[in-house]
């Protein structure tokens, strides 16, 4: 099954988190002088041109001179046939827009803007993918950097990129809870794709947290459950065009579907209040850097769930009987119910849970408590609640 969920009704999902709107002024600063003062940047600006061989050794695993994949930086999105026409514009020596790298020490750098053309120049010249879909150069299709003739070899290598590096002076950022990495960062790719909702948040709060949202995602019951492709060795370095291609997998949505759980059981379980966005916000900062302990509790409680649900709808959960396609307000409903009565007997593939859920979804009241468009934390309260009856229901 697919999940058929493409970039606007992605756009949906996030716009929707705003549905309540938000009147606490708690984390605002209301002093113009204060947050001025708080916020001033200084930047040092220098330009560099480095050849491509150059880069292939500061970029190797054995020197890592160059950082491409700090917290606050996007999954990697490009295909194999994009990666191939970068290779293919150095061939024929047409200008590549230059990187933005931030130097965090001596000599050490990482990439604020551009890491996608960097993981594609590492690992062609590491020798790791083929060249496809060329446009000029159609017969080196197929071709790895050690098979291309010699004088091309040594042509490639003795191109530039060019990079800019901000070498930048701030106070501290936990004092001050500015990094200025992450603001040159989110600033920079305004003028390509806005960070949307999820992929702030990976910036914001990188850790511990964090790290779990992106493991779980991966789970093998979750992603079968969203139509997401299974997790491959070493996707991190080299992802199939199948997954970079894939909605939730690129945008980080599925790390957000993975933070609603934690996020909507928590507001339930402590009355908290706020847009569902605030609500998400708000528990990434708060557990951003959980202990261990807590973490576990927390990869345990989202594990039971899918997998009793996945075993429980014979590997369908979420999906709407009337276009097989998976419901998020449905997921949050039986995720989070389920988990807060963890002690009912479901069955695997069972089948009254199963006829129970349909029969409320054809309910014309009840489908819209269950997969309504409000996001009110009220609304969802009250979709947690029916879940929980149906799952009571399904387990006497």
């Known amino acids: 099954m697919t999940n058929d969920i493409d970039d606007k009704e992605l756009e949906d999902w996030f716009s929707e988190e705003e549905d309540e709107v938000d009147l606490d002024s708690s984390d605002r600063d209301d002093d113009p002088a204060t947050k001025y003062a708080r916020s001033q940047l200084r930047v040092v600006r220098e330009s560099k041109d480095y050849q491509l061989d150059y880069l292939r050794h500061v970029l190797s695993a054995e020197r890592q001179l160059i950082d491409t994949s700090p917290a606050y ?27 933005f790298l931030y130097e965090h020490d001596y000599n050490e750098y990482e990439v604020i803007d551009g890491r996608q053309r960097l993981e594609a120049i590492k690992e062609y010249l590491a020798n790791n993918f083929v060249l496809t879909g060329l446009e000029f150069w159609p017969e080196l299709n197929g071709k790895r950097f050690n098979s291309l003739p010699t004088v091309l070899q040594k042509g490639l290598l003795r191109r530039s990129l060019s990079a800019i590096v901000l070498l930048a ?78 909605t939730l997998y ?5 790390a957000e579907l993975v933070l609603r759980f934690f996020a909507i059981k928590d507001a339930i379980v402590n ?10 916000d708000r528990f990434m900062e708060n557990h951003s850097h959980a202990g261990d302990g807590e973490l576990q509790e927390m990869e345990a409680d989202f594990k039971f769930c899918i997998h009793k649900l996945y075993k429980a709808f014979d590997g369908a959960p979420f999906r709407l009987p009337t276009t097989g396609r998976p ?29 129970i859920v349909n029969n409320n979804l054809e309910d014309e009241e009840k489908y819209e408590v269950l997969v309504g468009r409000g996001n009110t934390i009220e609304s969802i309260k009250s979709r947690v609640a029916l879940a929980e009856k149906m799952l009571r229901e399904a387990a006497e």
């Open 73 to 99: 930086q996007r999954r990697l999105r490009w295909s194999r046939k994009k990666r191939s026409l970068l290779i293919e514009s150095f061939l024929l020596n047409i200008p590549v827009p230059p990187v």
């Open 169 to 246: 002076e701030t106070r501290d950022a936990e004092k001050d809870d500015l990094d200025v990495r992450r603001v040159l960062f989110d600033r920079l790719n305004t003028g390509g794709t806005k960070l949307n909702p999820q992929e702030l948040r990976n910036a914001l709060y990188p850790g511990p947290l964090n790290a779990l949202l992106i493991n779980l995602a991966r789970d093998d019951a979750f992603t079968s459950a969203w139509g997401i492709p299974a997790k491959t060795p070493n996707e991190v370095q080299e992802p199939p065009d199948s997954l970079i291609n894939n």
């Open 250 to 254: 690129r945008s980080l949505a599925d």
């Open 271 to 280: 009355e908290r209040s706020g847009s569902l966005r605030r609500l998400l």
């Open 327 to 355: 419901s998020r307000p449905l997921y949050d409903a039986l995720m989070v119910a389920l988990s807060l009565n963890d002690d009912l007997k479901i069955n695997s593939e069972s089948k009254d849970l199963r006829e």
